[in-house]
């Protein structure tokens, strides 16, 4: 049983497209994430929901809006996708600080 | 603000050999945290330090948490080769959120 999935793994798409990943955590945890790792590897938090709440946004352009249907998903879409967009996103889920990774979701915009 | 600074940033060693990679930062951390990389993978957690001076260990790893809690190390013993990867140390700043150093890149030569 996978802990915290995430669908597509894979998506390649044009600039200006609207597109949506979607997360899923088993854990029971109350918390979940958004991270984005770019080419350089370095990750960085995007956003944080508690039991569907959100509690943390970083500066994360409004083109991004993460969506919470319960606590056991949290879903992330993004609208007029721009060419530095391309990274691949990792949704997380948390047990006090010790997070668990999704397998991540290399998005390519061309 | 809160940052961690990790090093190296890439390591090439033989097979075999001892590895030891650490992290530190101008603030306090309460929590110190030690997650591994594959490639193509999100980041799973390998180690959680709660307390300053603490020697954690998992199987040829062992992460210690620095005294004054400015601080933490990783070492690794006798490395094989599915130890190739990128380390991230991890910690909550005094937001709650939980940030990244940029990662250590462990390569082993043939």
């Known amino acids: 049983d996978t802990a915290v999935s995430q669908t597509p793994k894979y998506l390649v798409t044009q600039m200006g497209n609207d597109k949506s990943i979607k997360c899923e955590q088993n854990?029971?945890?109350?918390?979940m994430y958004w991270y984005k790792q770019d080419s350089k590897k370095f990750l960085k938090i995007m956003f944080s929901?508690?039991?569907?709440?959100?509690?943390i946004n970083e500066t994360v352009p409004n083109r991004f809006s993460p969506k919470s249907p319960d606590k056991a998903h949290l879903n992330l879409h993004i609208n007029s996708l721009e060419l530095g967009d391309s990274a691949v996103y990792f949704c997380a889920s948390s047990h006090i600080d010790e997070q668990f990774f999704g397998p991540g979701t290399r998005l390519t915009v061309l | 603000g809160q940052q961690l600074n990790q090093s190296p940033q890439s390591m090439f060693i033989q097979e075999g050999e001892d590895v030891s990679m650490n992290c530190t930062s101008s603030s306090i951390f309460n929590t110190w945290l030690w997650y591994k990389q594959d490639p193509g993978e999100g980041p799973v957690l390998l180690i959680a330090?709660?307390?300053?001076?603490e020697l954690t260990s998992n199987g040829r790893l062992t992460a210690q948490f620095g005294i004054t809690r400015k601080d933490s190390f990783l070492n690794i013993s006798a490395s094989i080769p599915s130890d190739v990867g990128i380390y991230f140390c991890?910690?909550?700043?005094?937001?709650?959120?939980?940030?990244f150093g940029k990662g250590t890149r462990l390569h082993i030569l043939p």
């Open positions: 330090l709660y307390k300053a001076g």
């Open positions: 854990l029971g945890h109350d918390t």
């Open positions: 929901y508690n039991n569907k709440e959100l509690i």
């Open positions: 991890a910690g909550p700043r005094r937001d709650d959120k939980i940030i």
